[in-house]
């Protein structure tokens, strides 16, 4: 077992003790100014002010020294939301969007999200797993050390079994931790169109049951949306998902509010996701459900909408996390310091609360609290060490990279982007 001891490092953490950390516990984050970190066999056997470090470093033959020389340190990012298995680029479509045709029209006209399947389905397993671990490269590169990856882009069950099996690989391949949803209800297939209630029914009693029995999928999330799957169809897709065993999730109100958010107070689901358009009700629902909001402010910035409103959430008790949303078309984001600082300047979140919400929330989020999220004993030794003198340099500095340095299990990673 390696030992490793990192010194002089100045650290910012958020802790288990508030997890998920709502209200002002968003903004409570432990700092040691000189810190250590001692890493033992891929975790954190010890992390803060040198001193108390030096105690449980005594004695033991440490194998790696590094003198981090004052540089700040955070807890790698967690990606909680993302659809980074896909097959192809939707460029040409963005410029439609550009040229002002809406998101949901394009996927009306079975572009969007049914571009994609059509790509999914005719990928190899191989390719679509060359392409996606390219697209998780730079993510790592960008301080993403967990991350969940949805299925979505198959739409019927032979071609979902085989974008989570691409998706369990990229767990088994990468340095990432990778955390596998399905979403099989990301859209109605072209083929369903004309009887979309006879998908739901394909969802409940052919393709959930399907994915349960392989245990390849810890949540399932549905697209609940205006044209998309209606509250009382996503209720029942969720209600299925919950009897087989997983976790809930649900992208909701992201262009309309149609009631997604109380859906998933009332389901107390994980987390909702989007959530552009919630209504006040909605988010009271959310706080009355404990269900987490996970944030994509690079979406609304892609699909040139107003933010969340992330201050209302944190002040009415909703824990917040942040997540990229990584896809070919609504976002091509492959930065969590991006959104972090969209969240901080464009949401008005502190530098602390986004630390929180791309940390430790997000790792609540995916159900990866105990192993990932913060830098804290027995954990994953997962930290980025930023060039700069707090986590504000995440806002202060636009439009770059301020990492020095990411470290996954504490191994020194160095993929390029
Ligand atoms: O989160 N909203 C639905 N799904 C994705 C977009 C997927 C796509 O456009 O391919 C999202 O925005
Ligand atoms: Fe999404």
Redesign the pocket.
Known sequence: MTTKLFRHAHIYTPQLGQCPAAGAAQAEVAEWRDGSILVEGGRVAAVGAAQDVEVKVSGKNIDEEHDLEGATVIPGFVDP?T?AC?AAM?EGEFSMRLAGKP?LEI?KAGG??LS?VRHVRAASEEELFCFSRRLLETTLHYGTTTVEIKS??GLDTETELKMLRVIARLGRETPQTVVPTFMGA?AVPEEYRAEPIKYVTLLENEMLPAVAEQGIAKFCDV?C?EGIFSVEQSRKILQKARTLGMGLKL?AD?VYDLGGASLAGELKATSA??LLAASDKGIAKLAQGGVVAVL?PA?AYSLKKSFARARVMIDKGVPVALAT?L?????FCQSMPFVVNLAILGMNLTPEEALTGATLNAAWAVGMEKEVGSLEPGKMADFIVLDGETPAVLAYASGVRPIRSVWKGGEGQSAGA
Request: glycine fraction near 12%; proline fraction near 4%; charge should be negative.
């Open positions: 939301h659809h896909f939707r998101y996927l969007g999200i994609s979505g882009y990301h697209f949306e992208h992201e996701e989007h994509l979406t949303d896809n070919p078309g609504s976002c």
